[in-house]
Nanobody, 123 residues
Framework: QVQLVESGGGLVQTGGSLRLSCLAS????????MGWFRQAPGKGREFVAG??????RYTDSVNGRFTISRDNAKNTLYLQMTGLKPEDTAVYYC??????????????????WGQGTQVTVSS
């Protein structure tokens, strides 16, 4: 069973940048499709970005501002966030999809989740 641990969240001003990291406990992480999701207070868990062996995908609201990437040698998934806006404020989660190699935007298709890291963007 893969364990995922996020880090890198924090408080930043509008227009600022953060890089989130997600460290996996097992090298099998390298074969999984991965995703970043977020959840704001009172809202459901929302797809942010996904990555598989060939492709990346972003929700419209972050396209052009966020970049998802993976370093297999370090068993780490990243989310580089630039041009942050107050509406990006949420708890951010990384997730791994072990039963498919392909990106999914649905949280129900992911088997492993991290504990989340808070991102707060002040106006």
């Amino acid at each position: 069973q893969v364990q995922l641990v996020e880090s890198g969240g924090g408080l930043v001003q509008t227009g600022g940048s953060l890089r989130l990291s997600c460290l996996a406990s097992d090298h099998t992480f390298n074969t999984y499709a991965m995703g970043w999701f977020r959840q704001a207070p009172g809202k459901g868990r929302e797809f942010v970005a996904g990555l598989d062996a060939s492709n990346t995908r972003y929700t419209d609201s972050v396209n052009g501002r966020f970049t998802i990437s993976r370093d297999n040698a370090k068993n780490t998934l990243y989310l580089q966030m630039t041009g942050l806006k107050p509406e990006d404020t949420a708890v951010y989660y990384c997730a791994a999809r072990s039963k498919s190699f392909y990106i999914s935007t649905s949280p129900s298709n992911f088997d492993y989740w991290g504990q989340g890291t808070q991102v707060t963007v002040s106006s």
